[in-house]
């Protein structure tokens, strides 16, 4: 199956302020906490129709602390390279394409 791996992400709690919620989820995805400002890399409009519209925000982050999987949600972890990630034929489709463009510019 394509797209088995992808980076580490979550869903906004409504009313909670978007880096809270950024900082939440890497915390509970990896157990690292933010030591930077994060950067934006992309916005992907994932779904577009009736009543929603689902737009996927790729963030840079500097994070401190040691690495622990929290959930759950996860049979697996591992880090890669930049090139070992573009090489990777299981990665998902949308981190995949804001891994392509970062590798393009000066970043």
């Given amino acids: 199956m394509k797209g088995l791996w992808d980076l580490s992400g979550g869903r906004i709690e409504p ?9 939440r989820e890497v915390r509970e995805e990896t ?3 933010l030591s930077e400002m994060p950067t934006l ?3 992907q409009d994932l779904f577009v129709g009736g009543d929603r ?12 602390g040691e690495v622990v999987r929290h ?3 996860h049979t697996a972890h591992a880090w890669y390279t ?3 990630l573009l090489s990777h034929e299981d990665l998902d ?3 995949s394409d804001v891994l392509r ?3 393009a510019s000066s970043f």
């Fill in 41 to 43: 890399l992309a916005a």
């Fill in 71 to 73: 959930s759950g949600e």
């Fill in 101 to 103: 463009r970062l590798s």
């Fill in 15 to 23: 009313g909670s302020p978007l880096l809270e919620n950024l900082a």
């Fill in 53 to 64: 519209h689902v737009v996927r925000l790729t963030y840079l982050v500097h994070g401190e």
């Fill in 82 to 84: 930049l090139e070992e």
């Fill in 31 to 33: 157990g690292l906490h």
């Fill in 93 to 95: 489709v949308y981190a």
